[in-house]
T-cell receptor, first 110, second 114 residues
């Protein structure tokens, strides 16, 4: 079946450092979505990318969708303690179905 | 109102019990989802309802029985569960607009099967 892998599994940074998580799908995707889940919380939608090579920014967060529509990345500039959580990419395959990536857990120390 | 509500927050049940999880949204979304999430794992899709009809069943065991009474409500009926079914059960909803179906999740029901 389809697999969506993320690396790294876990990253611990000092506040102010940058952070990047990478997402790779075994199949071509119709779209990629990113979610953040705080400890003890539920996934919260961040953004959706649809076009090949698309780049979107939300304040300190930059999202990219690969040219082949099989990979994506999320980059956070100058992390803050409020960025703590697990970041999931989720690959859309059509018909409202999402396959969540394995997730990257981010810990930020002040 | 961008909230998805789920009840109960926590549920402990024995393997012979029958219980139900409930989910409600008032965003006018016509797709609703059930996910199962184990600790430190991603959410796994179980069921998708589109326009109140079951459109996706990810080969979920029959001891889980979904129901969509109307466009705002989604239930998950549980019967004869196993301890390995203990997990966080998340409900989500979304619009149905081509490729744009960002999902809004509820807080989840934390289920423990004893």
């Amino acid at each position: 079946g389809q697999q969506v892998m993320q690396i790294p599994q876990y990253q611990h940074v000092q506040e102010g450092e940058d952070f990047t998580t990478y997402c790779n799908s075994s199949t071509t995707l119709s779209n990629i979505q990113w979610y953040k889940q705080r400890p003890g919380g539920h996934p919260v939608f961040l953004i959706q990318l649809v076009k090949s090579g698309e780049v979107k920014k939300q304040k300190r967060l930059t999202f990219q969708f690969g040219e082949a529509k099989k990979n994506s990345s999320l980059h956070i500039t100058a992390t803050q303690t409020t960025d703590v959580g697990t970041y999931f990419c989720a690959g859309g395959t059509g018909f409202q179905k999402l396959v969540f990536g394995t997730g990257t857990r981010l810990l930020v120390s002040p | 109102d961008t909230e998805v509500t789920q009840t109960p927050k926590h549920l402990v049940m024995g393997m012979t019990n029958k219980k139900s999880l409930k989910c409600e949204q008032h965003m006018g979304h016509r797709a609703m989802y059930w996910y199962k999430q184990k600790a430190k794992k991603p959410p796994e899709l179980m069921f998708v309802y589109s326009y109140e009809k079951l459109s996706i069943n990810e080969s979920v065991p029959s001891r889980f029985s979904p129901e969509c009474p109307n466009s705002s409500l989604l239930n998950l009926h549980l019967h004869a569960l196993q301890p390995e079914d203990s997990a966080l059960y998340l409900c989500a909803s979304s619009q149905i607009h081509g490729q744009r179906y960002e999902q809004y999740f509820g807080p989840g029901t934390r289920l423990t099967v004893t």
